[in-house]
Structure formats: C-alpha cells, structure tokens
C-alpha cells in the first residue's frame, strides 16, 4: 500500500485547507483511514479517523471544523479543515490500517511521507 499527500503549504488563520492521501496498492487490504499530524517537538497526534463502514471520529481540537472524507472509487482520502488556527500548523501524515484478512501482508499500517501546513497569524 503506498499512500501520497498533497495539499499543504502556507495559509492564513481563519482560512481553509484542503488535503488529499492518494493510495494505491492493495487498497482492498485497508481498513480504516486517518489523519495524523506531528507540531516540532511534539507527539504525533490523531486528527480524523473514517472506519470501513463510514463512521468518522475526530481530534476535539478540529471538531466542528473538519470533515474527513474517503472515496474508495478514486482511491482518496481527504481532510477538509476551516478556520485554521495558528496550532493547526503541522506536518499531516495520512495513514492506512491493514484489514485484518490480508494477513499476508508485512504491516499492520502505512503512512504516507507527510505534507507541510502552515499558518500565519
């Protein structure tokens, strides 16, 4: 499973970012899908989560704000976010978890390489 970022760079606070995890591979090994993002000197943490059968979760920080969407036609996974906040600014990984019937396949998750997001105050 390879998974490819797109969409960060510089934005504004209080404007709106869109990003996209293009994957491919055996896509019909992954289960759930999510969105991670690590600040300098901080843990990478849970942004949104979609489960295999739609169900959504989400950090509180981006509650409200945020809408995590799949498109397993298209093979996409997207993160909208508005009102960004200056602690928004990260480094956003997506990341794939391996359905547990592909058994056969060396990990258990994949993560992509990760897109740059900024924002100025």
């Known amino acids: 499973v390879r998974l490819v970022e797109s969409g960060g760079g510089l934005v504004e606070a209080g404007d709106s970012m869109r990003l996209s995890c293009a994957y491919s591979?055996?896509?019909?090994?992954?289960?759930?899908m999510s969105w991670y993002r690590q600040a300098p000197g901080r843990e990478r943490q849970l942004v949104a989560r979609?489960?295999?059968?739609?169900?959504?979760i989400y950090a509180d920080s981006v509650k409200g704000r945020s809408t995590i969407s799949r498109d397993k036609d298209q093979n996409l996974l997207s993160l909208q976010m508005d009102s960004l906040k200056p602690e928004d600014a990260a480094i956003y990984y997506c990341?794939?978890?391996?359905?547990?019937?592909?058994?056969?396949?060396?990990?258990?998750?994949?993560w992509g390489q990760g897109t740059q997001v900024t924002v100025s105050s």
């Open positions: 990341n794939a978890v391996r359905a547990s019937a592909c058994y056969w396949l060396e990990s258990d998750e994949y």
């Open positions: 591979g055996n896509t019909i090994c992954i289960s759930a």
């Open positions: 979609v489960n295999p059968m739609g169900s959504k």
